[in-house]
């Protein structure tokens, strides 16, 4: 029976230990704000951004109303041109971890809808297969890094 006793209080001495030094903070990380694209992440490889795709952009206000816009080289002519411009509200479910933005184009509610790979205060990472990266064509599962300004 002393012996029983005897764990129960070293036992009971052990798990009172201080835990103040291994304060946890658990800071709730906002999605809002601006976020410039920086570059691609594909099969290992960081893939760096042409000045043109860098002009694009992901804007979350407060409210969570906002803008999305991409821009890229045209292969046919070379310039850089703007390749999508949408205006709306922007839903964030973090569960699924996707990120939603409902506009209106010609009278139409339609939705842009970002499968985010993670998020942390500096930067945002957005499955992306919008880009041939490899020259070979429906492969291209890549992660589009965005940084916040």
Excluded: H
């Excluded at 042409?50 to 310039?79: A, H, L, P």
């Excluded at 790979?117 to 880009?131: A, C, M, V």
């Amino acid at each position: 029976m002393r012996f029983f006793i005897g764990i129960l209080l070293l036992m009971s001495i052990a798990s009172c230990s201080n835990d103040d030094d291994r304060a946890v903070v658990n800071e709730e990380v906002s999605i809002n704000g601006s976020w410039k694209p920086y570059k691609y992440e594909f099969k290992g490889k960081d893939i760096v951004l042409t000045d043109c795709e860098k002009k694009g952009f992901i804007f979350i206000n407060q409210d969570f109303s906002g803008s999305y816009e991409r821009y890229d080289v045209s292969s046919s002519s070379g310039n850089c041109n703007l390749f999508d411009s949408f205006g709306g509200k922007w839903t964030f479910d973090k569960m699924y971890q996707t990120l939603t933005l409902t506009y209106t184009e010609a009278g139409v509610s339609k939705t842009l809808k970002k499968e985010i790979d993670s998020y942390s205060s500096t930067e945002l990472r957005i499955n992306d297969n919008s880009k041939n990266l490899d020259n070979t064509p429906g492969n291209d599962e890549a992660v589009l890094v965005f940084r916040k300004e």
